[in-house]
């Protein structure tokens, strides 16, 4: 008797143990699908990404992969707490968090091949031939230039005479009297109206339009430096959320499996 209150006991336990790691585990499912909505809403990085990779589409592959591996981890989670309950459904739940880790695995290896290929796609020559041949002609691929110059405070790739030689400039698009962007101007918030970039007014435009404009009254530096420590910043960011929540389920299927054991 005293052995089998033991083993019932020693069950009870490791049930309590899995459903508090579920509970975690469900809050990590919920959170990456909040972080996949907001991914895929998010204006600075959907307009960023288009430059570290144009036309890729990789911030919204990312975001709909995380929004379907938070709702599998999410189910997950739950029966993982009926698991914690019902010796039945142990195995289930150990099969769903393996699938869940391969996921997980393909969609790094994923975001690993296409921040290795970084350097190939925001090399000066590529990325500066894409402003020539396409700024003014894309809106995307504009508005994205604009965000950028806006938010770093720069002009071009390279340098604010990357426009010298562009498409924009050669066929007048923003009209005969401009020579760069008005993005490329710190603009006066006061006056544009939100979002800031796709209204610019400047502060001082007849300055801003000058050849060689002093840098408070145009930006001379390109764009290229602070869009590759932005992407760096990401980067960083999502592997340490990836192996928090990698550290997690590992903890929680290694409980799980020691369940298991002892039925």
């Not at 009870?12 to 907001?38: D, E, K, P, Y």
């Not at 990404?49 to 992969?65: R, T």
């Not at 999410?74 to 039945?88: E, N, P, Q, V, W």
């Not at 760096?232 to 799980?256: K, V, W």
Request: neutral net charge; contains cysteine.
């Amino acid at each position: 008797m005293m052995v089998e209150n033991k083993s019932s006991g020693g069950s009870r336990t490791s049930s309590a143990i899995i459903i508090c790691f579920n509970l975690v585990f469900a809050l990590c499912g919920a959170g990456i699908l909040t972080l996949g909505a907001v991914i895929l809403r998010d204006v600075t990085r959907n307009h960023l990404f288009m430059l570290v990779s144009p036309g890729s589409g990789i911030i919204i592959q990312v975001g709909c992969a995380m929004l379907g591996i938070g709702g599998f981890t999410f189910l997950t989670a739950i029966l993982g707490c009926s698991a914690g309950a019902r010796k039945c459904s142990i195995g289930w739940y150990i099969f769903c968090v393996i699938l869940i880790l391969m996921a997980e695995l393909a969609l790094g290896v994923h975001f690993l091949y296409f921040y290795d290929s970084l350097g190939k796609d925001l090399e000066n020559t590529k990325l500066v031939a894409t402003l020539t041949s396409s700024y003014g002609l894309d809106p995307t691929f504009t508005q994205s230039v604009d965000f950028a110059q806006h938010r770093f405070n720069c002009c071009g790739v390279q340098l604010d005479t990357d426009y010298d030689r562009s498409e924009w400039r050669k066929q007048k698009l923003g009209g005969t009297e401009l020579l760069y962007p008005w993005t490329c101007c710190p603009l006066n918030d006061t006056l544009s109206d939100p979002p800031v970039f796709m209204n610019p007014i400047p502060q001082n435009a007849s300055q801003c339009q000058m050849p060689a404009s002093i840098r408070s009254h145009r930006y001379r530096e390109g764009c290229l430096k602070p869009i590759e420590e932005w992407f760096r910043t990401q980067t960083l960011t999502f592997i340490g959320m990836g192996l928090t929540l990698l550290l997690l389920q590992i903890a929680s299927l290694s409980a799980a499996i020691c369940l298991c054991r002892k039925f």
